[in-house]
T-cell receptor, first 113, second 112 residues
């Protein structure tokens, strides 16, 4: 069964600190992996999308890594801001031509002053 | 561009009632999707569409129906609402199947 597991479930950090969120998946075949940010009461917004051949992708203070061999990804947030408080969702897409996305449950990040 | 819009934002239904959740996108995307998000769970795909007139079931289609008469609109119909359909519903669209999906703000539905 295709699964996406995220850790930790929740995280509290001080403003200005860095943090790393983890995503492990068992989806096969694999097409791409996406990280979304979901603010409370809003729809998810895409941060990055990575294919099998990509190891690292950055979007401002967000850097995603992918190890397709171990089926692991991470999202690193640098110099956190209060506006980074949100849920971060890892989403894995199946093989080419597949509509099926497997969503993780998300990591709820709280950045405090 | 407004992106993906959804109405209503909130709704309370009684068991057995029916309603339609509206979704419109102005990005001329071919693909549209309906998801539900239950508390503490990942999003689940209900239905999707690859273009006007073409729809197909996702992971959890029971109790729902969809239609796609235009590129822009993709309404989700709930017939005979049940408490198990209490959830937040998100509509999304994408240019192509494996492309980034753009989500609407969601509809919070409670069935009592």
């Amino acid at each position: 069964k295709n699964q996406v597991e995220q850790s930790p479930q929740s995280l509290i950090i001080l403003e200005g600190k860095n943090c790393t969120l983890q995503c492990n998946y068992t989806v096969s075949p694999f097409s791409n992996l996406r990280w979304y940010k979901q603010d409370t009461g809003r729809g998810p917004v895409s941060l990055t999308i990575m294919t099998f051949s990509e190891n690292t992708k950055s979007n401002g203070r967000y850097t995603a890594t992918l190890d397709a061999d171990t089926k692991q990804s991470s999202l690193h947030i640098t110099a956190s801001q209060l506006s980074d408080s949100a849920s971060y969702i890892c989403v894995v897409s199946g093989g080419a031509g597949s509509y099926q996305l497997t969503f993780g449950k998300g990591t709820k990040l709280s950045v405090i002053p | 561009n407004a992106g993906v819009t959804q109405t209503p934002k909130f709704r309370i239904l009684k068991i057995g009632q029916s309603m339609t959740l509206q979704c419109t996108q102005d990005m001329n995307h071919n693909y549209m999707y309906w998801y539900r998000q239950d508390p503490g769970m990942g999003l689940k795909l209900i239905y999707y569409s690859v273009g006007a007139g073409i729809t197909d079931k996702g992971e959890v289609p029971n109790g729902y129906n969809v239609s796609r008469s235009t590129t822009e609109d993709f309404p989700l119909r709930l017939e005979l609402a049940a408490p198990s359909q209490t959830s937040v519903y998100f509509c999304a669209s994408s240019p192509w199947l494996q492309d980034t999906q753009y989500f609407g703000p969601g509809t919070r539905l409670t069935v009592l």
